[in-house]
C-alpha cells in the first residue's frame, strides 16, 4: 500500500505573522523611547540631590539626623534669629541654587 501524500499545509503561526520593513520602524522607535526615558531619569538623579546641611550660623547640626529634623530646628531658629544655611554638596544642583 502506499500511502497518500496529503497536499494540504499544516497550519502554523508563521502563517499568520509576517514581519516586514515595519519591525524596523518600530525597533528604532522603541530604542529612542528608552534612549529618551533613561535620559530623563539619569537627570533627574543628579538634579534633584539634595545638599546635606552642616550648619546654620553658629548651631551645628550632626551628620546623624535627618533633613527633616534639621529642617525643622531650622524654622525654629529662624523664628528666633536669622542665619544663612551651611551646604554641603557635591555638584550644584537645582535644590542648591534655590
Not at 538634579?47 to 529642617?71: E, L
Request: aromatic content about 12%.
Amino acid at each position: 500500500m502506499t500511502e497518500q501524500i496529503s497536499s494540504e499545509k499544516v497550519f502554523t503561526i508563521d502563517n499568520l505573522i509576517r514581519l516586514g520593513y515595519y519591525t524596523i520602524f518600530l525597533c528604532i522607535t522603541a530604542e529612542f523611547l528608552v534612549l529618551s526615558q533613561l535620559g530623563n531619569m539619569f537627570y533627574m538623579v543628579y538634579a534633584g540631590a539634595a545638599p546635606t546641611i552642616k550648619s546654620c550660623g553658629s548651631h551645628k547640626f550632626d551628620s546623624s539626623m535627618s533633613s527633616t529634623d534639621i529642617c525643622k530646628q531650622i524654622y525654629a531658629l529662624n523664628g528666633n534669629e536669622t542665619c544663612k544655611p551651611e551646604l554641603e554638596y557635591d555638584f550644584m544642583s537645582m535644590n542648591v541654587e534655590v
